[in-house]
C-alpha cells in the first residue's frame, strides 16, 4: 500500500522569506503522480502544483516549486517570496498513474506566515 | 469555470440519523469520489464510482455508507445510521477519466456534525 509522510507538523515563516515544506512517500509503483494541496481556513482543497514521476524536470507554478527525488522518495514543497495569503496547512498527496485512482494524503504541514 | 458544488455546507444531526450528503459533479466528468477529513486529521479516501457502480472502497466505507447517483448530475453519500465518529468535514470530488491520472476537482465540502 501507498503512503504519505509529512514529518513537520507546523512550519513558520516571516512574511516575503523562503520556506520549504518536506514530504516523502513509499509505493512500488514506477509511474505515478504527487500533489501538493493548500487547505486555507475555509478548509476548500486547492491544488497547488503536480509532479508527474517520469518527469525528471522539477515542476514550478510561479513562487512554487518542487524538489523531487524519485530514488529517495522524496518530494519537497518551496514557497518563494511568502505571502500572508500562503498560510494554510499544505498536503502532500500521491495517486497511482490509472484513469480513475484514488489520492493518498499526508498528514498536512501548517504553514504559518509572521509579518 | 466549472466547479464541483456541494450541499449542505454544514448539517447538524442526531446519533443514529441518518444522513444524505448532496454533490454535482463536473457535467463531462466521469469518475466521482467521496473523501473524509475528521478534524484536525488528514484526508482519507472513502469511495470511487464510475459507470453506476463502486470501483474502490476503503476500510472506512462500511455498510453503514452507501453511494448512488440518482440522476445524471447529483452523486450522493448516505450515512444510514450516524455514529459520533462519523462528524467530519466530507469532501466530494471529480474527474474526466482516462488511461491515465487526471485531476480531481474538489467540492468545498461538508461539514457533519453528529451530537
Known amino acids: 500500500a501507498q503512503t504519505v509522510t509529512q514529518s513537520q507538523p507546523e512550519m513558520s515563516v516571516q512574511e516575503a522569506e523562503t520556506v520549504t515544506l518536506s514530504c516523502t512517500y513509499d509505493?512500488?509503483?514506477?509511474?505515478?503522480?504527487l500533489f501538493w494541496y493548500k487547505q486555507p481556513p475555509s478548509r476548500q482543497m486547492i491544488l497547488v502544483i503536480r509532479?508527474?514521476?517520469?518527469?525528471?524536470q522539477n515542476a514550478t507554478e510561479n513562487r512554487f516549486s518542487v524538489n523531487f527525488q524519485k530514488a529517495a522518495k522524496s518530494f519537497s514543497l518551496k514557497i518563494s517570496d511568502s505571502q500572508l495569503g500562503d498560510a494554510a496547512m499544505y498536503f502532500c498527496?500521491?495517486?497511482?498513474?490509472?484513469?480513475?485512482?484514488?489520492?493518498?494524503f499526508g498528514t498536512g504541514t501548517r504553514l504559518t506566515i509572521i509579518p | 469555470e466549472p466547479e464541483v458544488t456541494q450541499t449542505p455546507s454544514h448539517q447538524v444531526t442526531q446519533m443514529g440519523q441518518e444522513v444524505i450528503l448532496r454533490c454535482v459533479p463536473i457535467?463531462?466528468?466521469?469518475?466521482f469520489y467521496w473523501y473524509r477529513q475528521i478534524l484536525g486529521q488528514k484526508v482519507e479516501f472513502l469511495v470511487s464510482?464510475?459507470?453506476?457502480?463502486?470501483?474502490?472502497k476503503s476500510e472506512i466505507f462500511d455498510d453503514q455508507f452507501s453511494v448512488e447517483r440518482p440522476d445524471g448530475s447529483n452523486f450522493t453519500l448516505k450515512i444510514r445510521s450516524t455514529k459520533l465518529e462519523d462528524s467530519a468535514m466530507y469532501f466530494c470530488?471529480?474527474?474526466?477519466?482516462?488511461?491515465?491520472?487526471?485531476?480531481?476537482?474538489f467540492g468545498p465540502g461538508t461539514r457533519l456534525t453528529v451530537l
Open positions: 470530488a471529480s474527474t474526466e477519466g482516462g488511461p491515465s491520472y487526471n485531476e480531481q476537482f
Open positions: 498527496a500521491y495517486a497511482a498513474n490509472f484513469g480513475n485512482e484514488k489520492l493518498t
Open positions: 509505493t512500488s509503483e514506477s509511474d505515478y503522480y
Open positions: 457535467s463531462n466528468h466521469l469518475y
Open positions: 464510482f464510475y459507470n453506476n457502480e463502486i470501483s474502490e
Open positions: 509532479q508527474e514521476a517520469y518527469k525528471q
